[in-house]
Nanobody
Framework: QVQLVESGGGLVQAGGSLRLSCAAS????????MGWYRQAPGKQRELVAT???????IYANSVKGRFTISKNNAKDTVYLQMNNLKPEDTAVYYC??????????????WGQGTEVTVSS
């Protein structure tokens, strides 16, 4: 069973920084992509950033220049460095991964979510 475990959320003032981490564990063949999504109260879940295999990265326009996604392949971990946080960044942040679990199966997995609150 594959699990994604997130950490690093919390309360921060506007202009501050937080770093989220997400580690994958369990039995799997290889991680194809990892990323971060967020869901604010009353809104739909949206993509924040994703990093497929390789070094390419994709960011939502609202976080470009402020957030940086990176990964440590040896630790099966993805990070989200969030700088210059704004109140509108307040949301529950979810880690997501597309993982090759073998036998031709490539499944999507989600973390439990970590809350980020930015005060003005």
């Amino acid at each position: 069973q594959v699990q994604l475990v997130e950490s690093g959320g919390g309360l921060v003032q506007a202009g501050g920084s937080l770093r989220l981490s997400c580690a994958a564990s369990g039995k799997f063949f290889t991680i194809l992509s990892m990323g971060w999504y967020r869901q604010a109260p009353g809104k739909q879940r949206e993509l924040v950033a994703t990093i497929p295999s390789g070094s390419n990265t994709i960011y939502a326009n609202s976080v470009k220049g402020r957030f940086t996604i990176s990964k440590n392949n040896a630790k099966d971990t993805v990070y989200l460095q969030m700088n210059n946080l704004k109140p509108e960044d307040t949301a529950v942040y979810y880690c997501a991964a597309n993982i090759d679990v073998g036998w031709g199966r490539k499944d999507d997995y989600w973390g439990q979510g970590t809350e980020v609150t930015v005060s003005s």
